[in-house]
């Protein structure tokens, strides 16, 4: 019953921008924190964001810090990622999943290319 649902994703030059969002069902969302990953081709899974129950807390991997804005909308369930800045090597699927949870929740992921 537990859904996440990741969508925006696209094809964009480097430089672009790019909003990505999570849709969150079957979960009382107000009560957990929410985290978006990443996975490159050959790479291990990586966390770019994080925030916490009310939105009043984030982080961020160093290599996004300053170009991408992790935010929630509790009334709609929703978390987002804008990437601004975009660069080649943002390029992979990225992931939304539920924080604070034993059993780990995906969502299907949403492919991010940035390529000229």
């Known amino acids: 019953q537990v859904q996440l649902v990741e969508s925006g994703g696209g094809l964009v030059q480097p430089g672009g921008s790019l909003r990505l969002s999570c849709a969150v069902s079957?979960?009382?969302?107000?009560?957990?924190?929410m985290n978006w990953y990443r996975q490159a081709p050959g790479k291990e899974r990586e966390l770019v964001a994080g925030i916490g129950t009310t939105g009043g807390s984030t982080v961020y991997a160093d290599s996004v810090k300053g170009r991408f804005t992790i935010s929630r909308d509790n009334a709609k369930n929703t978390v987002y990622l804008q990437m601004n800045s975009l660069k080649p090597e943002d390029t992979a699927v990225y992931y939304c999943k539920i924080g604070g949870v034993r059993k780990d929740y995906w969502g299907q992921g949403t492919q991010v290319t940035v390529s000229s």
């Open positions: 079957g979960f009382t969302f107000t009560s957990v924190a």
